[in-house]
């Protein structure tokens, strides 16, 4: 019986399409290889979004290929999408694969290239791409399962290589939608992420167009046994009419994430992002309004070519003024082929003290809303044990940690807890119905 493994870089997207291929090896007989043995296939799925996500893709395989010298490598995701020949040169590298590709991966396999080179697979994406994905039902090792809507971007931000390596934005049908929904509800999951690459272009390639807004609205006629949460929206989607479908959504968790990336008006134009510092602010203090206890992520990126002091500045106080629980803060990483990727960059030094200030900021951020949160009364989907015997660890729906004590039978439940207090940086709970 062959054995495989799976390492997977980068975003739920990424994760969703390997759990597709994870799915697929064991339909076709495949086992995952125990902890420390050598597997027969290593498959590797990588993200390039930055230099450092390109590093860390190739000192894994090096180290992959020490580890296990005979076991073949194949690589594929975005990295693999974006320098095909840079991945088949690294050392065990079998096959490379692009994003179109792996969906394909099976035909593949079976295949060797002439003289023993790796074999490289990797096709351009076409302007009419049609939606595919792999529609994985199984999520070993994680309590909520994500279901893959939308891929692609038709964005044109000025630093992004995602819509180069993914292709443009296309849509799962609303029909294939609820099936995967009424799937994964049969399968026994208490929550279920919407995802995609970005999320609030669904359904503006369908054929007659369609909006997130409008399948959320045939959803809520769907009585789901599980809440549903969304991944990234950008903040131009945010449409009132999207707002109004959310607030009737039952079941929805109250936790957004938007890509804010800098509160500089100067600094947003010459990215590429259709909008104003205003206009984002706006949108936020819009779904703090409708969702009073929503956690509330933001991305920023830090130290772009054309950011002066005083525009950082001003991103800094416009986070700093928002109800922000958390910030994902990203350094500038040139991405060749991105028109940002040829302006001249700013001092290391700088970007990375820039950078700690910013999270230093979203720690603080972190700690005041969890601080909040002690007393409430919030539902936990327990996603198993923690530390130790007796103890649980969970998931609220507005996206706090939670430990509470509690019996291992409660894995998978969705329960009522008390918010007792705030433990180095986790809050303990307490159940209220067993």
């Known amino acids: ?35 420390g043995s050598a597997p027969d296939l290593m498959l590797v799925n990588t993200c390039t979004v930055t230099a450092r996500a390109d590093q860390e893709a190739r000192q894994t395989i090096r180290r992959v290929h020490r580890e296990f010298s005979r076991t073949p490598i194949w690589a594929t995701g975005c990295y693999a999408q974006r320098a095909p020949e840079e991945m088949a040169a690294l050392p065990g590298v079998a096959g490379v694969l692009g994003n179109r590709e792996k969906l394909d991966w099976a035909v593949f396999l079976g295949q060797s290239a002439a003289g023993g080179q790796p074999l490289v697979r990797v096709g351009k994406f076409s302007p009419g791409e049609a939606f595919a994905a792999l529609h994985p039902r199984r999520f070993p090792g994680h309590t909520r399962a994500s279901l893959k809507i939308q891929d692609g971007c038709s964005q044109a931000c000025a630093y992004c290589i995602v819509p180069q390596v993914r292709g443009p934005s296309r849509s799962q049908a609303p029909a294939e939608v609820e099936k995967g929904l009424l799937e994964l509800a049969a399968a026994g999951f208490q929550e279920v992420v919407l995802t995609g690459i970005d999320l609030g ?206 019996p291992i039978a409660w894995q998978n439940r969705r329960l009522p807890v008390r918010l007792k207090e705030l433990r180095a940086g986790v809050l303990v709970g307490e159940a209220l119905s067993r």
Not at 1 to 25: H, W
């Open 201 to 406: 272009q669904y359904g503006r390639d369908l054929r007659p167009p369609l909006t997130l807004a409008a399948l959320l609205r045939r959803l809520t006629a769907g009585p789901w046994p599980f809440r549903l949460r969304l991944s990234s929206l950008e903040p131009q989607e945010i449409s009132p009419e999207l707002v109004k479908s959310l607030e009737e959504f039952s079941g929805l968790c109250p936790h957004f994430h938007l890509p804010l990336q800098s509160g500089a008006d100067p600094v947003l134009a010459a990215m590429g992002r259709p909008y104003l510092s205003e206009d984002f602010r706006e949108v936020v203090l819009e779904l703090c309004r409708r969702f009073p206890d929503a956690a509330l992520g933001l991305d920023v990126l830090v130290g772009f070519p054309t950011e002066t002091s005083r525009d950082f500045e001003a991103t800094y106080a416009l986070v700093a003024s928002l109800p922000a629980t958390y910030l994902h803060v990203f350094p500038f990483s040139p991405r060749p082929g991105t028109p940002a990727a040829s302006l001249p960059p700013l001092p290391a030094k700088e970007v990375k003290a820039r950078a700690g200030s910013l999270r230093e900021l979203g720690r603080l951020k972190q700690r005041e809303f969890y601080a909040r949160q002690v007393g409430k009364i919030v539902e936990v989907l327990v996603e198993g044990p923690a530390g130790p015997s007796g103890w649980l660890k969970g998931l609220s729906e507005n996206y706090l940690r939670v430990t509470l004590p509690g």
């Open 1 to 35: 019986m062959p054995y495989y493994r799976i390492i997977t870089f980068g975003c739920k997207v990424n994760q969703y399409d390997s759990a597709g291929l994870a799915q697929e090896l064991v339909a076709r007989g495949w086992r995952r290889a125990p902890d």
